[in-house]
């Protein structure tokens, strides 16, 4: 096994999805992309895994792009056997201790972007040479359905060429899947045949597995043609407009009705023609309405208002599309020009107004949707232009009867104000990109509108039966698109729903389902959880005061619940500090004296050499670039403290273990730690880790667990993860997490047995007042070495130590790092203190035996 003899320190980031860079030296051989899609639920995991082939330590890039629409869940690092995982947090929690994480001058690779589709940062972590790293990250999403299909896109782009590059995507739909495609923006016609597509009622599958020099973009070329985006596309079968799902206590509801006519609809479009548009602007904008106009069906009501410092309008009312007024329309369309300042108020009133007037003089059709579009790139400065007031005014004019769709063009608009004012009238904010592609973004937009089907629609379920229930009243339904309600049953055991579906023109229906007969585990739970925090989410921008701060409250609750990293939350990753050797392997400038990394490390024997020289304990000095070793010699059966935290409530202690037998030629018998006990007070949490077993002490309840068992388990104040026959990290509570490793010893040797390591993760959360054999060197320690000589060991010279006001002799020793070389280790220069840390540690080792490991 791997004796990793890292010192750790905090790490965090906030991030989002997926593609590796590559530095120097850095092979990534491995790249997976693995999606489960339940019910319209995508379940993602990445993994890359990567090798050091350089000769010293180098910076891994893990450069992740999610969809922005995407959650991530799960994050872990695992770096020569041991992992690292990711836990969520509150972000302003997190926050703090990232912002002391880069005060202390520890690297913290972050970088933030926001793209059209996707977001992205970049995570680094510094590996040695020869040394093997693997991220994974799990991400969530809904996929939403848009102009009759789902859709699903990966970004793809490992920057070189990978040995062993996958992507796999499985869809179960139980309504069945009627069509499935994926494509590539990279795919050339060579690449095509090698996506393997197949789908038969329920499932679907598409495997992607270019080969080396598939992934070439010329023979013997080292550039790889994965670059861009992995799209995948199906729909499911409809027999019936409805759809209803129920696993476990939950329920989710798809409502897409097929074969309705569609409804003539009115639309205004409110369009900024200020100065500020002038050039590419107002040529794209007229260019996306010209095409708009050939949609536009002959049964539709449309107008324009452009407002400037003034507002005009195209005609006084709205006017029916017929083929003339079009014409017409096209001939306003191409004459629009720039004038003047941002009237938005103006121009927005003016449309609502408009609307509301064709309305009650009944100009049209009943049967009808209306939507208001507006388009503007700069902040209103005309008229009203207090953002509150403009608000206040169109909400009360529209009093809910039309959803307000208002699009932003470039960056100078307020893009928080519209969007506020958007999801205040049922409508939706876009941003449109200022590239050469704006006008097709516009049209894009509009297309997405186009097809109302239904308005006001409500989808009732008996209310005594549910709770939790996600949004359920929609104003409008467009053809191609799909409602979706989930909730939760009061009786969990509930498997049948009526639900009563209402439209206006659309009959009333009422319908009665059963729970079906398939089981995908938290699928329907983790969608309704989903769902529920994205329209908290959503509801929060537009709120105020008390209610947004409920809003804020359940939402930032859910996420923790469901592990979601959500505006409100951060994953925080340990990342493992570079060890100080001499190779100089933590060349970055480390500054201030209280980054303390401690490290508490105990060796098999079978990998040493001498004896009386190999460290038990190593305390790495930063800010010297060196480390400081001790050793406890006590007997077998002897227990030490190693931390004791009183403010935290945290404990942890060691029991001694020696060799199967005694080794009577040896002056100094052979211990490490059998039995490890960490407790926590205020949680009345006990943890009792031995090299066979894991138990557990929560109050008056018990829990085991064996090192072949591979576990999470999150519960209140606890999470520990057990990485099978390897390793378990434990966190408790807000504070410090501990791994433990477990090294086995080859079973019939004759002397030796199993025993465990201790890592302590960001140890500067726990108090000042933490103490313990460990815990005393948590704070802050400086030490000087003076009058290096000769010492007995012709290979180990002495020195003066000067530390904490003592003058000690030091023997310059060797700690193995088996991290690199699992068999044969790597040899780690460190400062050894005789005498079991005499004048080292406080007091005497004596002093750090308790009676028991409790
Ligand atoms: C997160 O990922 C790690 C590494 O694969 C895994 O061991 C762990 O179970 C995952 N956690 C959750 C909550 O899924
Ligand atoms: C690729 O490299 C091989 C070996 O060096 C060489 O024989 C071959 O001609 C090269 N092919 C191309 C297309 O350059
Ligand atoms: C916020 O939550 C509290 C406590 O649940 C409740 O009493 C209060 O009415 C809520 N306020 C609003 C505005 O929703």
Redesign the pocket.
């Known amino acids: 096994d791997t004796q990793g003899n890292t010192a750790l320190a905090p790490f965090f980031f906030f991030f989002s999805f997926f593609n590796l860079q590559v530095v120097n030296g850095i092979e990534i051989y491995s790249m997976k992309i693995d999606s489960k899609i339940t019910s319209r639920f995508a379940h993602n995991v990445i993994t890359s895994r990567a090798v050091n082939r350089g000769n010293v330590h180098k910076e891994v890039f893990f450069d992740v792009e999610l969809p922005k629409t995407a959650f991530i869940t799960n994050f872990s690092m695992t770096i020569d056997g041991v992992t690292y995982p990711g836990t969520i947090k509150e972000k302003e929690v997190a926050k703090k201790q990232y912002e002391k994480a880069v005060s202390k001058g520890q690297t913290a690779g972050l970088v933030k972007a926001s793209g059209r589709k996707t977001e992205k940062f970049t995570v680094s972590v510094n590996i040695e040479a020869a040394s093997k790293v693997t991220f994974e990250l799990t991400y969530e999403e809904l996929l939403k359905r848009q102009f009759g299909k789902y859709e699903m896109f990966i970004k793809v782009k490992p920057k070189q060429l990978v040995k062993d590059f996958e992507i796999e995507v499985n869809i179960f739909e139980p309504q069945g899947i009627t069509e499935l495609e994926a494509e590539g923006t990279f795919i050339t016609n060579d690449l095509q045949n090698i996506i393997k597509k197949t789908f038969s009622d329920k499932k679907g599958h598409i495997s992607f597995r270019p080969t080396l020099d598939q992934q070439r973009t010329c023979a013997n070329c080292s550039q790889s043609v994965l670059d861009g985006d992995f799209t995948v596309r199906y729909d499911v079968k409809r027999t019936a407009p409805d759809d209803l799902q129920i696993v476990n206590g939950y329920f989710v509801h798809f409502f897409a009705p097929t074969n309705l006519p569609k409804l003539p609809k009115n639309v205004i479009f409110v369009i900024d023609i200020s100065g500020s548009m002038s050039g590419r602007e107002i040529q794209q904008t007229r260019e996306a309405l010209l095409k708009i106009l050939d949609d536009i069906k002959e049964d539709d009501f449309f107008n324009f208002i452009l407002f400037g410092s003034e507002v005009q309008t195209w005609k006084e009312t709205l006017i029916k599309a017929t083929p003339e007024n079009l014409d017409e329309a096209r001939k306003f369309v191409r004459g629009i020009d720039t004038a003047g300042m941002t009237n938005l108020h103006g121009g927005i009133m003016r449309g609502i107004d408009m609307l509301n007037a064709a309305h009650e003089r009944n100009l049209v059709h009943k049967r009808s949707a209306s939507i208001i579009i507006m388009l503007t790139d700069g902040q209103p400065n005309v008229g009203i232009s207090n953002t509150q007031e403009i608000q206040e005014h169109v909400k009360k004019a529209i009093e809910g009867k039309y959803p307000l769709y208002n699009l932003g063009f470039g960056y100078g608009v307020d893009y928080s104000f519209l969007e506020k004012m958007a999801l205040e009238n049922k409508g939706l904010a876009r941003r449109i990109y200022p590239d050469s592609d704006a006008a097709l973004q516009l049209q894009g937009f509009y297309d997405e509108v186009s097809n109302p089907m239904l308005t006001d629609i409500e989808l009732n379920y008996p209310e005594n039966e549910i709770s939790d229930l996600t949004k359920n009243s929609f104003k409008h339904f467009y053809d191609g698109s799909e409602i979706v309600v989930a909730g939760r049953f009061i009786d969990n055991n509930q498997n049948h729903l009526t639900v009563d579906v209402r439209g206006e023109d659309a009959q009333q229906t009422d319908k009665a389902f059963q729970e079906q007969e398939y089981i995908f585990g938290d699928y329907i739970e983790r969608l309704w959880a989903y769902l529920t925090i994205e329209q908290l989410l959503e509801k929060r921008i537009a709120a105020t005061g ?2 947004k ?2 809003l804020t409250a359940k939402a930032l609750d859910l996420s923790l619940k469901y592990k979601f990293v959500t505006p409100l939350t951060s994953m925080v990753v340990t990342k493992p500090e570079d060890y100080n050797n001499q190779d100089g392997i933590a060349d970055k400038p480390i500054e201030g004296i209280d980054i303390f990394k401690i490290l508490l490390y105990l060796r098999s024997q079978s990998f040493a050499f001498t004896v009386d020289g190999d460290p038990h304990f190593i305390i790495s000095v930063p800010q010297k670039e060196d480390a400081i070793c001790f050793n406890i010699n006590e007997n077998p059966g002897a227990v030490l403290n190693l931390i004791n935290d009183p403010v935290t409530g945290i404990t942890v202690n060691g029991e001694l273990i020696g060799d199967k037998r005694a080794n009577s030629d040896a002056k100094i018998q052979n211990t490490y730690f059998g039995k490890l006990g960490i407790a926590n007070k205020h949680l009345d949490l006990k943890l009792t880790v031995t090299p066979e077993k894991i138990t557990i002490q929560n109050g008056n309840e018990k829990t085991g667990f064996t090192w072949l068992d591979s576990v999470t388990l999150q519960q209140e104040g606890l999470t520990l993860i057990i990485n099978r026959k390897k390793n378990l990290v434990l966190s408790m509570g807000s504070s410090a997490s501990f791994v433990i490793v477990l090294h086995q010893v080859w079973k019939k040797h004759p002397l030796h047995q199993d025993f465990l390591g201790l890592y302590t993760l960001e140890s500067d959360k726990l108090s000042e007042q933490t103490h313990g054999l460990l815990g005393q060197f948590f704070h802050p320690i400086d030490f000087t070495i003076l009058e290096i000589h000769p010492g007995s060991d012709p290979k180990k010279p002495d020195a003066t130590m000067i530390v904490k006001n003592n003058e000690l002799t030091v023997t310059r020793g060797w700690q193995k790092d088996y991290r690199r070389d699992p068999k044969h280790g790597v040899d780690i220069p460190c400062w050894f203190v005789h005498n079991n840390g005499a004048g080292l540690i406080d007091g005497v080792h004596t002093d750090y035996i308790v009676s028991s490991l409790f």
């Open positions: 008390e209610e701060e409920n």
